[in-house]
């Protein structure tokens, strides 16, 4: 089933470019609503989700783990994020020693529409984006993009700033800048927000018609 079909949007073809560059990636990307229904996912998500020895799977409509510790992880996880929360879990295969890690963060919705979490699923070997890449997407300076990469790993902001070896009142500087300059308002924004990649272009490239209009 489609994109469309499964996610009906007003912008289908950003949410198919977006999935698109996250497939190129090798990442797996998701939308979740309630009962861990899958709204939207991307082809490299539905091929992770395909192995049979895999600790998650696609079950019908929804996203499921074989093992009922994982599934307990994965139900607490999925209800963190519909409450604005964010978590990362790493999920052993039930044959073979690999894994998949998955991390959840809330999405905004509209007023009285049913909580949903973006879910990015990958392969621990496969890279998150680096420093360098978020920092030309998003017009970051080097310790802001530095911070960036280091949150969306699932880490949170006082354990992100220990890894930058900065304080958290720097980080949290840094934070409402990259805020600032993301159009975002919370961590889990920012996560989701990343790790979906092309959306900025779109919100960018109309304020700068706005401007050139001004």
Known sequence: MSIVERFPSTRPAM?????SGLDMLGVGFAVIGVGGRVLMANQ???????????GLAWRGDALRARRRRDMRALDTALASAFTGGRSLLRVEDVAGDGALELLAAG???SPGAAPCAAAVI???ETAWPGADSLAQLYELTPAEAGLTETLVRGVGLAAACEARGISVNTGKGYLKRIFEKTG????SEL???VMQGVAPFSARAEAEALGRTA
């Open 15 to 19: 949410d198919r470019l977006a999935c």
């Open 44 to 54: 490299t998500c539905r091929s992770i989700l395909s192995g049979a020895g895999r």
């Open 107 to 109: 999405m905004e919705v």
């Open 122 to 124: 990958r392969e621990p």
């Open 184 to 187: 975002v308002r919370r961590q």
């Open 191 to 193: 996560v989701a927000m």
